[in-house]
């Protein structure tokens, strides 16, 4: 399901990822994430948000130019907060590249997801990337997402899922 063992950090590149990179993003339609200061979920400083409403998705969105002759992949590790009334906490994570969907799944318990996106065909053009927080309650409870070391990568790790299989999924 795209899912895979996220990569080990160090501290000082796990502050870049999560710092840097993500303040590089503009919000859309929404009310900015925010860093999370202390400790969710055994990693520091991450970063919470939440839809608007159940209609209207957190966008991050961002452009960014890939590298010509070479695979680029995109990483990002989701969360979401304990089930802890009877609407739970779960959330849909979805990735869309230059408008079309590439990635779409629940988030739902407090583990850590880690998800690949094949940025590969795009190579040595630039591409809009949209990381959306989407709520799956229609009663606009329990959407907090929460992202770690979201990055790009020439690597793909385990488990990259390919435009096609990310369009045969649905």
Do not use: C, M
């Amino acid at each position: 399901d795209g899912q895979t063992q996220p990569p080990e950090l160090t501290a000082e590149a796990h502050q870049i990822v999560s710092q840097v990179w993500a303040s590089q993003w503009i919000w859309q339609d929404t009310a900015p994430g925010q860093i999370v200061q202390d400790t969710f979920h055994q990693r520091p400083h991450v970063w919470q948000t939440q839809p608007a409403t159940s209609d209207r998705p957190f966008r991050w969105k961002r452009r960014v130019k890939l590298t010509a002759g070479q695979p680029s992949f995109l990483h990002l590790d989701v969360s979401s907060r304990p089930p802890v009334d009877k609407y739970g906490h779960e959330w849909s994570v979805q990735v869309v590249v230059n408008g079309k969907e590439s990635l779409n799944k629940v988030v739902k318990g407090a583990e850590w997801r880690h998800y690949v996106v094949d940025l590969s065909a795009h190579a040595g053009r630039e591409v809009e990337l949209e990381l959306w927080n989407k709520s799956d309650d229609a009663h606009g409870h329990g959407q907090f997402g929460y992202w770690d070391r979201v990055y790009l990568s020439s690597d793909p790790g385990v488990g990259a899922i390919s435009p096609s299989a990310a369009a045969a999924a649905r």
